[in-house]
């Protein structure tokens, strides 16, 4: 509509020939330094990489109140998710430099519940991962309806993220047939992969902590599978 959406687009403009797009959804604060940190990983590893702005003009949040009012607005209006990432992918999928048809999504806490829904939406993406994100969700799915392989990296001890949720998302996946795997790292709590997270957890109360290990092999493990995937 008339919303402005600002992204951040990052490639490696020595290399020549067309390669994979990867949209990075990033967490509740919005489109900040760590978003754009992943896209630049990405590049170096030969991608074009989006992070995708879900609120609009570029709006970021400084404190869980403000965040969490922004992630309420594009949670609680599913079409306006929807267009956004739609926008998204339709600006990645259009720069010179990326492959028709060959796109990923990888979304962190907030973005990665929003990357879990497009593909449960069937949105034409041949990857999506998900790091530390909310598994629930109030789209069902049948058989045939998720066209993306999927990767979950879930930290075991997060209260974000009960074993409830984790065993439910295993059952409507499974019953769905959805090519998918999730790793649960024992002992590790929400925004694992992100340095910030224990400042985080001390300056609002939160109940987040950064893993070495976990960020490390979840970050691994993302490259073999977007390796494998694209070949």
């Given at each position: ?14 290399i ?32 074009v ?35 956004r990432?739609?926008?998204a992918?339709r600006f ?24 879990l829904n ?15 994100g ?6 069902a799915?049948?058989?045939?309806d ?6 979950v ?19 409507d996946?499974d019953?769905?047939k ?54």
């Amino acid at each position: 509509g008339d919303t402005l959406m600002k992204g951040y687009l990052a490639y490696d403009d020595s290399i020549k020939e067309k390669r994979a797009g990867v949209l990075v959804v990033p967490e509740w604060w919005g489109v900040n330094d760590y978003g754009r940190k992943r896209a630049r990983m990405l590049a170096e590893q030969g991608y074009v990489a989006l992070v995708v702005d879900m609120y609009g003009n570029g709006q970021t949040a400084g404190n869980p109140k403000d965040a969490g009012a922004l992630a309420g607005s594009v949670n609680k209006n599913p079409q306006v998710a929807l267009a956004r990432f739609q926008a998204a992918e339709r600006f990645l999928g259009k720069q010179p430099n990326v492959r028709k048809g060959e796109l990923a999504a990888l979304g962190y806490c907030f973005g990665g519940g929003v990357v879990l829904n497009m593909a449960r939406l069937g949105e034409p993406l041949k990857a999506v991962v998900s790091y530390h994100g909310v598994l629930a969700s109030d789209i069902a799915i049948k058989p045939g309806d998720v066209k993306a392989k999927l990767r979950v990296f879930n930290g075991a001890a997060d209260p974000i993220v009960p074993p409830a949720q984790v065993d439910s998302f295993k059952t409507d996946m499974d019953n769905a047939k959805v090519d998918y795997l999730l790793v649960d790292y024992p002992e590790v709590k929400h925004t694992f992969t992100n340095r910030e997270a224990d400042s985080y957890a001390a300056q609002f109360g939160l109940p987040l902590k950064y893993d070495a290990h976990a960020d490390s092999d979840s970050w691994t493990k993302t490259l073999e599978f977007l390796k494998a995937t694209f070949k």
